[in-house]
């Protein structure tokens, strides 16, 4: 079975400081990998994406993600904070060859950014 | 509709009931998906639809739960006889296609169930 692990279950930080949240997986066979983001009030929506390729993906509002398959590891990324990027943080997997949807989630990082 | 929407927004349930939540997914989206999120975690997969076709309900926690999507569209997420263990947030997700690889999904606001 496939588990996704978020070590950081709180962050926070001020404006301006540089973000790192962790994701390491565990499944054995290729996988997609994804950030979700929920601001508050509102639904999850994809941040970035990773199915193949370069490994150091890039997504919205800044973001980037780097895949590390010897590490298992698809930590998130972003040089500089803003007060907007308060919300929560989810890392996904997907066994690749399967239903694309069938996602296995982390328990979600709650980012917090004072101005 | 501009997004995927789920009613009620909230649904309080005394324990034994029968509740149904709604997915009204994006016009013309194929894939439909339920997932299960409870305080503090992250979302589990219940079931998936293609069309009106019930593909996969291997995270169904138990016969109480039951989906539907009869005309490939609305979906409903029927829980009989609710247990205080069924409080969660429901979440409905679709997609386009047929999921390629590429396919990206769609989530709908929730249903907030507390049973009591």
């Known amino acids: 079975a496939q588990s996704v692990s978020q070590h950081n279950h709180h962050v926070i930080l001020s404006e301006a400081a540089s973000l790192e949240l962790g994701c390491n997986y565990s499944y054995g066979g290729t996988v997609n990998l994804f950030w979700y983001v929920q601001y508050p009030g509102q639904h999850l929506q994809l941040l970035l994406k990773y199915f193949s390729g370069d490994p150091l993906v890039k997504g919205i509002k800044g973001f980037e993600a780097e895949f590390i398959k010897s590490k298992f590891s698809f930590n998130l990324r972003k040089p500089s904070v803003q007060w907007s990027d308060t919300a929560e943080y989810f890392c996904a997997v997907n066994a690749r060859g399967s239903t694309l949807g069938r996602l296995y989630f982390g328990r979600g990082t709650q980012l917090t950014v004072w101005p | 509709g501009a997004g995927v929407s789920q009613s009620p927004r909230y649904k309080v349930a005394k324990r034994g009931q029968d509740v149904a939540l709604r997915c009204d997914p994006i016009s013309g989206h194929v894939s439909l998906f339920w997932y299960q999120q409870a305080l503090g975690q992250g979302p589990e997969f219940l079931t998936y639809f293609q069309n009106e076709a019930q593909l996969d309900k291997s995270g169904l926690p138990s016969d109480r739960f039951f989906a539907e999507r009869p005309e490939g569209s609305v979906s409903t997420l029927k829980i009989q006889r609710t247990q205080q263990e069924d409080s969660a947030v429901y979440l409905c997700?679709?997609?386009?296609?047929?999921?390629?690889?590429?396919?990206?999904?769609?989530f709908g606001s929730g249903t907030q169930l507390s049973v009591l």
């Open positions: 997700a679709s997609s386009f296609g047929s999921p390629p690889t590429n396919e990206k999904l769609f």
